[in-house]
Protein backbone atom coordinates (compact mmCIF):
# COMPACT_ATOMS: atom_id res chain seq x y z
CA UNK A 1 0.00 0.00 0.00
CA UNK A 2 3.09 2.29 0.79
CA UNK A 3 4.42 1.90 -2.79
CA UNK A 4 1.02 2.28 -4.51
CA UNK A 5 0.52 5.82 -2.53
CA UNK A 6 3.92 7.24 -3.25
CA UNK A 7 3.80 6.12 -7.01
CA UNK A 8 0.34 7.13 -7.48
CA UNK A 9 1.28 10.26 -6.09
CA UNK A 10 4.57 11.01 -7.07
CA UNK A 11 2.56 10.25 -10.97
CA UNK A 12 -0.59 12.04 -10.65
CA UNK A 13 0.26 14.83 -8.59
CA UNK A 14 -2.00 17.73 -10.47
CA UNK A 15 1.50 20.28 -10.78
CA UNK A 16 3.75 17.30 -11.22
CA UNK A 17 1.78 15.35 -13.75
CA UNK A 18 1.53 18.84 -16.57
CA UNK A 19 5.79 18.84 -16.08
CA UNK A 20 5.72 15.08 -16.47
CA UNK A 21 4.08 15.25 -19.78
CA UNK A 22 5.73 17.71 -20.71
CA UNK A 23 9.08 16.12 -20.67
CA UNK A 24 10.49 14.09 -23.95
CA UNK A 25 10.30 10.63 -22.09
CA UNK A 26 8.34 7.69 -23.36
CA UNK A 27 5.28 6.91 -20.92
CA UNK A 28 6.86 3.57 -20.09
CA UNK A 29 10.33 5.30 -18.72
CA UNK A 30 8.20 7.84 -16.52
CA UNK A 31 6.52 5.24 -14.98
CA UNK A 32 9.12 2.57 -14.77
CA UNK A 33 11.27 5.64 -13.11
CA UNK A 34 8.40 6.26 -10.65
CA UNK A 35 8.28 2.98 -9.80
CA UNK A 36 12.14 2.41 -8.73
CA UNK A 37 11.48 5.73 -7.06
CA UNK A 38 8.68 4.58 -4.68
CA UNK A 39 10.59 1.21 -4.28
CA UNK A 40 12.93 2.67 -3.07
CA UNK A 41 11.22 5.08 -0.83
CA UNK A 42 8.83 2.51 0.61
CA UNK A 43 10.64 -0.58 0.97
CA UNK A 44 13.77 0.17 3.12
CA UNK A 45 11.96 -0.36 6.01
CA UNK A 46 11.16 -3.22 4.99
CA UNK A 47 14.63 -4.41 4.08
CA UNK A 48 16.12 -3.12 7.53
CA UNK A 49 13.58 -5.10 9.56
CA UNK A 50 14.10 -8.02 7.76
CA UNK A 51 18.16 -8.27 7.92
CA UNK A 52 17.00 -8.31 11.49
CA UNK A 53 15.32 -11.69 11.03
CA UNK A 54 17.59 -12.63 8.90
CA UNK A 55 20.17 -12.58 11.57
CA UNK A 56 18.39 -14.44 13.64
CA UNK A 57 18.11 -17.03 11.39
CA UNK A 58 21.36 -17.40 10.80
CA UNK A 59 22.24 -17.52 14.48
CA UNK A 60 19.50 -20.18 14.63
CA UNK A 61 21.42 -22.30 11.86
CA UNK A 62 25.25 -21.06 12.49
CA UNK A 63 25.44 -20.08 8.64
CA UNK A 64 28.49 -18.55 7.33
CA UNK A 65 28.63 -14.84 5.51
CA UNK A 66 27.28 -16.65 2.28
CA UNK A 67 23.97 -16.44 3.92
CA UNK A 68 23.56 -12.89 3.13
CA UNK A 69 24.45 -13.36 0.10
CA UNK A 70 22.17 -16.11 -0.87
CA UNK A 71 19.08 -14.12 0.65
CA UNK A 72 19.60 -10.43 -0.13
CA UNK A 73 18.92 -11.41 -4.16
CA UNK A 74 15.59 -12.83 -2.53
CA UNK A 75 14.77 -10.09 -0.79
CA UNK A 76 15.32 -7.54 -3.64
CA UNK A 77 13.52 -9.85 -6.04
CA UNK A 78 10.34 -9.73 -3.97
CA UNK A 79 10.28 -5.73 -2.77
CA UNK A 80 10.49 -5.39 -6.87
CA UNK A 81 7.25 -7.89 -7.43
CA UNK A 82 5.58 -5.44 -4.81
CA UNK A 83 6.67 -1.51 -6.10
CA UNK A 84 5.02 -3.41 -9.78
CA UNK A 85 2.09 -4.57 -8.57
CA UNK A 86 1.75 -1.34 -6.46
CA UNK A 87 2.22 0.52 -9.38
CA UNK A 88 -0.60 -1.27 -11.85
CA UNK A 89 -3.24 -0.59 -9.11
CA UNK A 90 -3.28 3.10 -8.98
CA UNK A 91 -3.01 3.15 -12.46
CA UNK A 92 -5.86 0.77 -13.30
CA UNK A 93 -7.60 2.47 -10.46
CA UNK A 94 -7.32 6.17 -11.92
CA UNK A 95 -7.87 4.70 -15.29
CA UNK A 96 -11.13 3.17 -14.79
CA UNK A 97 -12.72 3.82 -11.55
CA UNK A 98 -15.87 6.25 -11.64
CA UNK A 99 -16.80 8.18 -8.75
CA UNK A 100 -20.32 6.71 -8.68
CA UNK A 101 -18.32 3.48 -7.24
CA UNK A 102 -16.91 5.41 -4.37
CA UNK A 103 -19.92 4.45 -2.09
CA UNK A 104 -20.76 1.05 -2.83
CA UNK A 105 -17.08 -0.29 -3.11
CA UNK A 106 -16.59 1.42 0.67
CA UNK A 107 -19.61 -0.47 1.56
CA UNK A 108 -18.58 -3.81 0.25
CA UNK A 109 -14.48 -3.36 1.69
CA UNK A 110 -16.21 -2.10 4.66
CA UNK A 111 -18.77 -5.28 4.87
CA UNK A 112 -15.64 -7.63 3.77
CA UNK A 113 -13.54 -6.41 6.48
CA UNK A 114 -16.13 -7.20 8.88
CA UNK A 115 -16.93 -10.68 7.59
CA UNK A 116 -13.04 -11.27 7.83
CA UNK A 117 -12.42 -10.61 11.05
CA UNK A 118 -15.49 -12.32 12.18
CA UNK A 119 -14.05 -15.78 10.59
CA UNK A 120 -10.15 -15.12 12.08
CA UNK A 121 -11.43 -13.69 15.36
CA UNK A 122 -9.21 -15.78 17.85
CA UNK A 123 -10.55 -18.26 20.44
CA UNK A 124 -11.65 -16.57 23.33
CA UNK A 125 -8.96 -17.40 26.16
CA UNK A 126 -11.53 -19.63 28.03
CA UNK A 127 -11.53 -21.97 25.39
CA UNK A 128 -7.95 -22.65 25.55
CA UNK A 129 -7.71 -26.81 25.79
CA UNK A 130 -4.44 -26.75 27.45
CA UNK A 131 -1.93 -24.79 29.31
CA UNK A 132 0.73 -25.49 27.28
CA UNK A 133 1.48 -21.97 25.07
CA UNK A 134 2.34 -24.44 21.44
CA UNK A 135 -0.83 -26.14 21.88
CA UNK A 136 -2.61 -22.46 22.05
CA UNK A 137 -0.72 -20.99 19.56
CA UNK A 138 -1.68 -23.78 16.62
CA UNK A 139 -5.14 -22.50 16.10
CA UNK A 140 -4.05 -19.03 16.05
CA UNK A 141 -1.47 -19.56 13.52
CA UNK A 142 -4.00 -21.49 11.41
CA UNK A 143 -5.33 -18.18 10.33
CA UNK A 144 -1.79 -17.63 8.53
CA UNK A 145 -2.53 -20.43 6.02
CA UNK A 146 -3.78 -18.44 2.87
CA UNK A 147 -0.12 -16.23 3.06
CA UNK A 148 2.02 -19.10 3.18
CA UNK A 149 0.22 -20.74 -0.14
CA UNK A 150 3.50 -21.82 -2.57
CA UNK A 151 2.26 -19.76 -5.48
CA UNK A 152 3.11 -16.43 -3.43
CA UNK A 153 6.66 -15.08 -3.84
CA UNK A 154 6.59 -14.47 -0.27
CA UNK A 155 6.78 -18.27 0.35
CA UNK A 156 9.21 -18.89 -2.16
CA UNK A 157 11.65 -16.47 -0.27
CA UNK A 158 11.14 -18.07 2.78
CA UNK A 159 12.12 -21.70 1.05
CA UNK A 160 15.20 -19.38 -0.32
CA UNK A 161 16.14 -18.50 3.31
CA UNK A 162 15.10 -21.81 5.23
CA UNK A 163 17.87 -24.05 2.30
CA UNK A 164 20.79 -20.92 2.29
CA UNK A 165 20.58 -21.38 6.12
CA UNK A 166 20.37 -25.23 5.58
CA UNK A 167 23.32 -24.78 3.40
CA UNK A 168 21.55 -26.35 0.72
CA UNK A 169 22.94 -23.57 -2.22
CA UNK A 170 21.51 -25.30 -5.12
CA UNK A 171 18.31 -24.87 -4.15
CA UNK A 172 18.58 -20.92 -2.68
CA UNK A 173 20.36 -20.88 -6.08
CA UNK A 174 16.84 -22.28 -7.74
CA UNK A 175 14.71 -20.30 -5.82
CA UNK A 176 16.50 -17.16 -6.02
CA UNK A 177 16.29 -17.76 -10.31
CA UNK A 178 12.67 -18.32 -9.97
CA UNK A 179 12.24 -14.75 -7.75
CA UNK A 180 14.44 -13.21 -10.14
CA UNK A 181 12.52 -14.36 -13.22
CA UNK A 182 8.95 -13.04 -11.53
CA UNK A 183 10.94 -9.58 -11.00
CA UNK A 184 12.20 -9.50 -14.43
CA UNK A 185 8.43 -10.35 -15.55
CA UNK A 186 6.22 -7.81 -13.66
CA UNK A 187 8.97 -5.46 -14.91
CA UNK A 188 7.92 -6.14 -18.30
CA UNK A 189 3.85 -5.89 -17.32
CA UNK A 190 4.81 -2.58 -16.24
CA UNK A 191 6.02 -1.35 -19.35
CA UNK A 192 3.34 -2.81 -21.22
CA UNK A 193 0.57 -1.02 -18.85
CA UNK A 194 2.23 1.73 -18.47
CA UNK A 195 2.36 2.35 -22.54
CA UNK A 196 -1.56 1.72 -22.63
CA UNK A 197 -2.85 3.06 -19.02
CA UNK A 198 -0.32 6.00 -18.06
CA UNK A 199 -1.43 8.46 -20.57
CA UNK A 200 -5.35 7.92 -20.87
CA UNK A 201 -5.22 7.56 -17.20
Same mark, same amino acid.
Given at each position: ?S???????S?F??Q???????L?L??R? @???????AG? !???SW $? #??? =?S?L &???A?????DS??A??W??LP?L?CL?????????W???????? @????WL???? !????? $? #??? =???? &?WP?KA?D?Q?V??A????????????F??P???SSW???????AG??????????N??? #???A??? &??I??????H?????
Open positions: MNATITGMLRPGTGWLLSPSFS @LVLWKTIM !VLA $G #LLL =LT &LLAVSELFSAFYQTALVTVASNLSSLPLALIRW @LRRDKPLA !VALIG $G #LIV =LAAV &LASASEVANVAPILQHTDPTHLLPVAETVLAQGTTPQATFDLIL #LSHLLS &LLTIHVASLFYPA
